[in-house]
């Protein structure tokens, strides 16, 4: 059973395009993650939820825009979709804020690439 | 300077080998260290936690904290092919500590290639 799932796997799109990706935990975390890492490996956070609330939210397009409708749940929608915009973005969850005692855990990604 | 600054290799080592894998960092509010694992095409899955200085052991692997140095690093002894992947070290101040949102550093991560 998937701790941290992400759907979907792959997602190819034109320039131009809004799309989204989904995320779910079912670890009973309370934070939520997501992270973007680039052709170069780097990883790098955009945002991050506590219990549906929003605390972290990097300097990021806002083009981008996530979504917590429940605690379980971390939506990220993308709109009109740029080349520099692909990239494998990574949810994320942690027992709390603090990241807890065991780190964060991560799901397995969302391969974006736009053509 | 990078807050986090970590050699990405790649590293080739036979197998048996002892693997060093080591990070250097600037901000000396962080005081939880992390190594993280990376397969081809996976997301990243937490090795080694630990808390300040000293060192911690878990079959293989040890990960030690040098706080005075800002330095940390994982050891792998008799390495295995199966340990072939990127290795990310990730680190973060306490929450509200200087500012601190609690984030997750990562450094860019070390590609480990073990030989058979």
């Known amino acids: 059973d998937t701790a941290v799932s992400q759907t979907p796997k792959y997602l190819v799109t034109q320039m131009g395009n809004d799309k989204s990706i989904k995320c779910e935990q079912n670890l009973g975390h309370d934070t939520m993650y997501w992270y973007k890492q680039d052709s170069k490996k780097f990883l790098k956070i955009m945002f991050s939820y506590n219990n549906k609330e929003l605390i972290i939210n990097e300097t990021v397009p806002n083009r981008f825009s996530p979504k917590s409708p429940d605690k379980a749940h971390l939506n990220l929608h993308i709109n009109s979709l740029e080349l520099g915009d692909s990239a494998v973005y990574f949810c994320?969850?942690?027992?709390?804020?603090?990241?807890?005692?065991?780190?964060?855990?991560f799901g397995s990604g969302t391969r974006l690439t736009v053509v | 300077q990078k807050e986090v600054e970590q050699d990405p290799g790649p590293l080739s080592v036979p197998e048996g080998a002892i693997v060093s894998l080591n990070c250097t960092y600037s901000n000396s509010a962080f005081q939880y260290f992390m190594w993280y694992r990376q397969y081809s095409r996976k997301g990243p899955e937490l090795l080694m936690y630990t808390y300040s200085s000293g060192n911690k052991e878990d079959g293989r692997f040890t990960a030690q904290v040098d706080k005075s140095s800002k330095y940390i690093s994982l050891f792998i002894r008799d390495s295995q092919p199966s340990d072939s992947a990127t290795y990310l070290c990730?680190?973060?101040?306490?929450?509200?500590?200087?500012?601190?949102?609690?984030?997750?550093?990562f450094g860019k991560g070390t590609k480990l290639s073990v030989k058979p």
């Open positions: 990730a680190m973060r101040a306490p929450m509200n500590y200087g500012g601190s949102q609690g984030n997750l550093i």
């Open positions: 994320a969850s942690s027992q709390d804020r603090a990241g807890g005692g065991q780190g964060y855990t």
